[in-house]
């Protein structure tokens, strides 16, 4: 938990008792207005945090734990104050229902971890959180001017309806969890890997795809021929550990070699067209880094990895740095830079 995500998770989670006794205690002045800011500095870490994490790959298993928990914990806390206040018009069913919610979600997935499967938060799931946070500010304010109470309710029967969709939606597609399999036999639940979205994406499209690689050594082209239909698409790929070998394959100029190294944006950059344009591909994807335990510097430290994709005329590139050993950075590698393809071509 030493990354900055989990630090805001946390700062969330301590946050909470100062917001309920501002909340609750009538003897401080302007009470309201403090768990106010307090509930709005906590939805403001809730954001950074999985942001920081996703821009920096710092997803740990502590914060796949601790960061939904500290967002039930959250809005729980504000709903239950809700209800222990006679002036605020937030009704006691609808705090039922919200937070049966999060039980009801929270069974399903120790069930689902049981049977070795990991289930992510699903889109409806996001924007309730949102939805209740908004209604949580608002009703924490009770704003006095004309039409409060009605947005008040508005955004209550939002929330609710939100709740009861993004519940159904969660267990319907992952109905599969209830159903009687053997113990600790993981389960395929509508989970489509990376390399099997991109395979049946550019199948679809009539498209080809290669890869240039360094740091990787050929496990990106490794992953993707992992799917089934990838020789439609995939037919060569290019590891190019060397300078020469980027050079004499891939088009890399030696003045960017000399200038800013194998490990930079404009090499990853290059290596991804220059692959595009040798296989004839219409996308390309490039990794160039340092996956330790040597070779780090302050400038360029292990872990360091650049990312590129040739898309259909556009290119991009990514910049990561990644923890842990030198299996951990090549494979986090690989999986950032599948992703990276696939948001190329949904773009």
């Avoid at 205690?25 to 500095?41: M, Q």
């Avoid at 939904?68 to 809700?82: H, Q």
């Avoid at 159904?168 to 389960?187: C, F, H, Q, W």
């Avoid at 890997?193 to 990787?216: D, G, M, P, Y």
């Amino acid at each position: 938990m030493n990354n900055i995500p989990n630090k805001l998770t946390m700062i969330r989670v301590i946050l909470i008792p100062f917001f309920i006794v501002f909340m609750l205690w009538d003897a401080v002045p302007y009470g309201e207005y403090i768990a106010a800011a307090v509930f709005i500095l906590a939805c403001i870490t809730d954001f950074f945090d999985g942001y920081l994490a996703r821009k920096y790959n710092e997803t740990t298993t502590f914060g796949k734990f601790m960061d939904p928990l500290a967002d039930k914990l959250l809005v729980c806390s504000a709903l239950i104050c809700f209800a222990a206040d006679p002036e605020c018009v937030m009704p006691a069913w609808a705090v039922i229902v919200i937070i049966a919610r999060e039980f009801i979600i929270s069974g399903f997935r120790l069930i689902a971890v049981e049977k070795g499967v990991v289930i992510a938060a699903n889109y409806w799931g996001k924007v309730k959180t949102v939805v209740q946070m908004v209604m949580s500010i608002v009703l924490i304010l009770d704003f006095s001017f004309s039409g409060a109470e009605i947005l008040e309710w508005i955004l209550i029967w939002a929330a609710v309806a939100l709740t009861v969709i993004s519940l159904l939606d969660y267990i319907y597609k992952n109905r599969a969890v209830l159903s009687d399999t053997e113990p600790g036999k993981r389960m395929a639940i509508s989970m489509e890997t990376l390399e099997q979205w991109l395979v049946k994406e550019l199948t679809k499209r009539n498209a080809t795809i290669t890869t240039a690689e360094s740091c990787t050594g050929g496990l990106i082209s490794g992953r993707i021929v992992n799917a089934s239909g990838a020789s439609g698409v995939f037919h060569q790929a290019f590891v190019t550990y060397s300078n020469e070998a980027k050079k004499s394959l891939l088009g890399v100029k030696e003045e960017t070699l000399d200038t800013v190294g194998a490990v930079s944006e404009e090499t990853a950059r290059q290596m991804a067209v220059g692959a595009a344009k040798a296989a004839k591909a219409d996308v390309a994807l490039s990794a160039t880094g340092i996956a330790g335990p040597d070779g780090g510097t302050d400038e360029k430290p292990v872990g360091l990895v650049y990312l590129g994709c040739y898309c259909m005329g556009n290119t991009y590139v990514e910049r990561h740095v990644f923890k842990g050993d030198r299996s951990e950075v090549r494979n986090a590698a690989v999986e950032a830079a599948l992703t990276l393809a696939k948001k190329a071509l949904k773009e």
